[in-house]
């Protein structure tokens, strides 16, 4: 192989060159000669590059820039580095993911809005081109080392299963090591984890101590050390997303006592305090104006006086989870200052991936889930008596709307709302020491996301390729900013951006931004949307207006049209039309146009099938099923979960519990509701059976429980509601046990598994689950199998 600085990098991966040398008959020829092997490394110098991104943190949270959250490991990065107060997100966990590590706009890799909520259409149906190679994929085929910690979040639904197909998988989007999730959000205390493609458990549980954000942690140091013991010369590329702050606020109890009565004031006075803070420490200007609470939210004078000491827990949770983040995200620096490689690491930590999320609705909520799929559950008779529950297992808990308002200072808007800065402007800390003579400084270029990779590209001295694995790629979208690091009054080489999610729609051309937020507000997520010809465009001037606070739409209708025209033109090049403002709706694959990873109206399970998601089984709400198994009794009697999906805070289980068949339905971890027989199973092979009636009338209704063993009744109950929609973001189903938090109280999270034999489990739904002998014959299961080939 040529010497690494003189490769062409331009196609990947670089083509093997066979060396042309004299051929000897002998290899103790003297004249038998070959070029060393060479192992593929970046151009010299190119440092290792560290992305820290933290979830759901907005612009006015972290005390890096003026937030009432303590960050000290990121005021100590921007102290020896610099500060970027016009770097910008795409308002949305999987776009910002997407956007960053490939260098290109969200709709342009297809991930107009979450993975969850897919469609056929070329910009929302959660596929990355093959002609936009991820940034990862262009280190590793350039030398680098790279890995991944954390939330992944851009995996395709139809394609989250263990069978693959794994192309958009981190291992399969250049990252030779992945530990983490691949969903949205996760239990801090009981995740479902992933390494590589394989999950797995944590060794402990959240009542013997662990922590995923420690976890996570902990494996990047690990991998850190490994790496740079085996390859020094070896630069790495990390992506560490720990998925943190984004619900569940789950954390130790003590780190929450240090925030004790620090939000007891509310949130617009916190929003005041924290608008004197960005002043005073530069980050926004001196005659920035603090922008009105929009009318939706309501005052803290407004909340009812027994419901302010559980939404001020709320706040102190939040705070503790974001300082714990930002201590265990320094254990990780820490680490690179030990090995002596700090200073050469370019580091990007990018405090959210969008804003501050007002997704738990106005009161907050228990369980986040409810916000979805049962509102009128979420009650502040719920939240007062569950109060000491919030940040612990025992609840799945969310701040409120005012909260998420006050983390976006001095903006407007939270989370979801692309057309406005408090849904797309995070603070990001730049540190490169060998790199970046400045320290300590304020950048104020307008960036985007999407200038990551063109940076990372840059510094490593590589060019973005032309071609990679025998596809043409697109060009970048993203520009560097390498150019300001040195330079705090550049030009911004950025001028045009785009935004868009669920038709909150926004340009920034020049200085000027002209916007329109569409519909209803983040935290309402049922209901018919307004007409999008219906949307009133603002205008503001950020040269002169830096928080979006005097609209000028009504003063200058022509700039406002120009606008419109250069955001449809800007729209129309990267795959924003067809616009789409659907939520709850395009949960439906049927109504989507994505795949469905289950057809039919049957499916049938094996033993050793764990940690299935919800889109890998077949979807028996709102609907009448039956779940049916076959399993082997010990003569010493059986306990222990046949089947279970979903966990504490939503799901069902069928179980076994002191030798007697039992069914739980947990709803949303509010209610449970048991179905259980009197006499014990005996032993030997039987078939069990669980039949769901559902009472129909639409959505969310009711139903009634029948057991049965070998076709013969046993039990009945009912179930007075069900979840409509889904039952978990992160639990799963899983055969023989139920891993993560327990459905049912019956048992824990430990030792549940079947002490018996589980052969195999069936779940049928609407005329498949009406089986006259409530049996499943051999030939039944077979033709089943068949039908599926």
């Known amino acids: 192989m040529a010497s690494n600085d003189s490769l062409q990098r331009q196609v990947l991966p670089i083509p093997d060159r066979k060396p042309v040398t004299l051929t000897t008959y002998d290899a103790k020829d003297p004249d038998t000669k070959f070029p060393p092997i060479t192992p593929l490394r970046p151009p010299a110098a190119a440092p290792n590059v560290l992305v820290i991104l933290l979830d759901d943190v907005g612009f006015g949270a972290s005390s890096a820039f003026g937030g009432p959250c303590r960050t000290p490991n990121a005021e100590k990065l921007a102290a020896n580095g610099l500060k970027y107060n016009r770097f910008h997100t795409t308002a949305l966990c999987s776009p910002t993911r997407a956007a960053m590590l490939s260098g290109r706009n969200h709709h342009a890799v297809g991930m107009g809005g979450i993975t969850e909520i897919a469609t056929s259409a070329p910009g929302y149906n959660s596929l990355r081109p093959n002609t936009c190679a991820p940034l990862a994929e262009v280190l590793k085929l350039n030398g680098y080392s790279t890995a991944q910690f954390g939330k992944c979040h851009e995996v395709p639904v139809f394609e989250s299963t263990p069978i693959g197909p794994y192309d958009h998988w981190p291992t399969g989007s250049g990252f030779e090591r992945f530990y983490g999730f691949i969903g949205g959000e996760n239990n801090q205390y009981y995740p479902s984890l992933y390494d590589g493609t ?33 390859a020094p010369d070896k630069p790495f590329f990390i992506y560490f997303a720990p998925g943190a702050c984004h619900a569940p606020h789950h954390v130790p109890k003590d780190w929450v006592a240090k925030y004790k009565g620090k939000f007891d004031k509310g949130w617009d006075a916190l929003r005041e305090e924290t608008f004197d803070r960005q002043k005073k420490l530069g980050v926004i200007p001196r005659d920035c104006e603090l922008t009105a609470r929009p009318k939706d939210i309501p005052a803290w004078t407004a909340t009812e006086e027994r419901l302010r000491p559980v939404l001020a827990r709320q706040m102190e949770i939040y705070a503790a989870f974001l300082e714990f983040a930002d201590h265990h995200v320094g254990r990780v620096i820490d680490a690179l200052g030990d090995l002596g490689i700090l200073d050469d690491t370019l580091i990007y930590y990018i405090i959210g991936d969008n804003g501050a999320s007002a997704e738990g609705s106005l009161i907050g909520s228990f369980n986040e889930l409810t916000v979805g799929e049962g509102p009128d559950l979420n009650t502040p008779e719920l939240l007062i008596g569950h109060i000491d529950d919030l940040g612990t297992s025992r609840a799945y808990n969310h701040y409120a709307v005012g909260w998420a308002h006050a983390m976006d200072t001095p903006y407007q808007w939270t989370k979801q709302v692309a057309s406005h800065f408090g849904g797309t402007r995070n603070g990001t800390i730049v540190h490169w020491p060998n790199g970046i003579k400045a320290k300590g400084q304020i950048r104020s270029q307008f960036h985007h996301v999407i200038d990551v990779a063109p940076t990372v590209l840059e510094v490593a001295k590589l060019p973005a390729p032309t071609m990679v694995n025998g596809v043409l790629q697109e060009p970048l979208h993203g520009v560097s900013m390498t150019y300001s690091f040195d330079d705090a009054k550049a030009a911004e080489r950025r001028e045009t951006q785009y935004f868009e999610m669920f038709c909150n729609r926004g340009i920034y051309h020049k200085g000027w931004t002209a916007v329109t937020r569409h519909g209803n507000p983040p935290w309402v997520v049922v209901g018919a949307q307004p007409s999008i010809s219906e949307d009133v465009w603002e205008l503001y001037d950020t040269t002169t207006d830096w928080s979006q606070s005097r609209d000028l739409a009504k003063q200058m209708p022509e700039k406002v049209a120009e606008l419109q025209r250069l955001f449809e033109l800007e729209a129309g090049k990267y795959n924003v039309f067809p616009l789409d403002d659907r939520k709850a709706e395009r949960a439906n694959p049927d109504i989507a146009g994505r795949p469905s990873v289950v057809l039919g109206n049957s499916q049938i399970l094996f033993p050793g099938m764990r940690r299935l998601q919800e889109n890998s089984v077949i979807n028996t709400k709102n609907k009448s099923h039956s779940v049916t198994a076959e399993v082997g009794v010990p003569a010493s009697g059986a306990n222990g979960v046949i089947v279970a999906q979903g966990g504490n805070m939503g799901g069902w289980s069928l179980y076994v519990h002191e030798s007697r068949l039992k069914y739980c339905y947990n709803l949303l971890g509010i209610q449970q509701f048991y179905t259980g027989s009197d006499s014990p199973l005996p032993a030997g092979t039987h078939q069990v059976r669980m039949e769901f009636t559902y009472d129909g009338g639409g959505i969310a209704k009711g139903g009634t429980v029948t057991l049965y063993v070998d076709g013969k009744k046993i039990g009945e109950g009912r179930v ?18 139920d891993v993560g938090e327990p459905v049912a109280a019956d048992y824990g999270p430990r030792g549940n598994a079947f002490s018996g034999k589980v052969k195999w489990v069936q779940i049928d739904i609407d005329a498949a689950a009406e089986d006259v002998d409530h049996m499943i014959g051999a030939e039944e299961r077979f033709n089943l199998a068949m039908a599926r080939q």
């Open 720 to 737: 007075e509601r069900t979840q409509p929609f889904e039952f978990s973001m992160d639990e799963t189903l899983d055969i023989g046990c």
């Open 198 to 230: 394989t999950p797995i458990e944590p060794e402990r549980t959240g009542d013997e101590g662990y922590h995923l954000m420690e976890d996570l942690a902990d494996k990047a140091i690990d991998y850190v050390r490994q790496q740079k013991s085996i």
